[in-house]
């Protein structure tokens, strides 16, 4: 697409950042995100909560508060039950409600395969923001949610995963962003990302790429969700993941003492996943996982 330029675009698609932000006056400046997908649960309120968690990290992603949100919903009301639907509308408003967003519509379209998520727009402060092109040297990588999502929801579409497992990771996937993002700006950092569908390497990756650093990932600290290793090993792994490898290249490097199954693990697709914050202080009790360090854009893995 061809670049916008306009003087008040402070973050626009160029550097693939969480959101847009746009300043309207010197009081005032919006970050505005949309995401949706297909459910990857089958509770529907359950699918309803994630999806609207996940459109609203993109606005803690940068810093900002969120302000309103509207529903993107497809489905076919044919096969499509009225209380399917109810669900999924009730826990996406409750989620907004938390978030202390405030809903004002949304548009549904009839479609043969569902589909739901959210348009949020929201505040930020300019100089506390946080985005992609903020890393530094130095900095370490606190990550706020386990990793796993993918490989467990995909073990649980064959029925193959434990109860723990799968309700772990709702109950991460439901989880707002929201302290993550404050404890961020409270440490004083200046970058961040959810991790989401490009996983963790990828999304590192693009941070690399925007701040001019390498990443070095430390595989033994990565948080997990439970039964992660069991549920790879029993060979529960994405297409995605496969494409996240492809995507990065000889930019992604492995050292020969990390297994197998944890690779899997950094290139995993995430949903709704939890924020990768850079900075020289602790951020709240999140473990670090890794640092920012001199060198063209790469990720390592050690």
């Known amino acids: 697409m061809p670049k916008s330029t306009h003087p008040d675009l402070l973050v626009g698609f160029d550097t693939s950042d969480d959101a847009g932000v746009f300043r309207v006056s010197d009081e005032i400046t919006l970050v505005q995100t949309m995401d949706f997908f297909t459910p990857i649960v089958d509770d529907p309120y359950a699918y309803g909560a994630i999806a609207a968690a996940n459109a609203l990290s993109d606005i803690y992603a940068m810093g900002g508060r969120p302000l309103t949100a509207m529903n993107i919903a497809c489905f076919d009301p044919k ?30 379209v009839e479609d043969h395969e569902p589909k739901f998520g959210l348009s949020v727009t929201g505040l930020v402060n300019p100089d506390r923001m946080l985005h992609v092109a903020g890393a530094r040297p130095g900095d370490a990588i606190y990550l706020s949610k386990p990793l796993g999502t993918g490989i467990i929801t995909t073990a649980a579409k064959f029925d193959d995963c434990p109860h723990e497992a799968l309700g772990a990771a709702i109950e991460a996937m439901c989880a707002l962003n929201r302290d993550a993002a404050e404890a961020a700006q409270q440490a004083g950092a200046v970058c961040a990302t959810d991790i989401t569908g490009f996983g963790l390497a990828g999304h590192l990756y693009n941070i690399a790429r925007a701040s001019k650093v390498a990443i070095e990932i430390e595989s ?25 490898r492809d995507f990065l290249g000889d930019a992604l490097k492995f050292e020969e003492s990390v297994p197998a199954w944890l690779r899997e693990v950094v290139l995993d697709p995430q949903t709704s996943g939890g924020l990768a914050v850079f900075a020289t202080m602790p ?20």
């Open 79 to 108: 096969r499509a039950p009225a209380d399917v639907w109810a669900a999924i509308l009730q826990a996406m408003f409750d989620k907004v409600e938390e978030a202390g967003a405030v809903l004002v519509g949304g548009h549904t």
């Open 220 to 244: 033994e600290k990565l948080p997990l969700l439970p039964h992660v290793r069991k549920l790879i090993e029993r060979e529960h792994i994405t297409a995605g993941a496969g494409k996240n």
């Open 283 to 302: 951020v709240a009790d999140y473990p670090a996982i890794g640092r920012a360090v001199e060198g063209e854009a790469a990720i390592r893995v050690l």
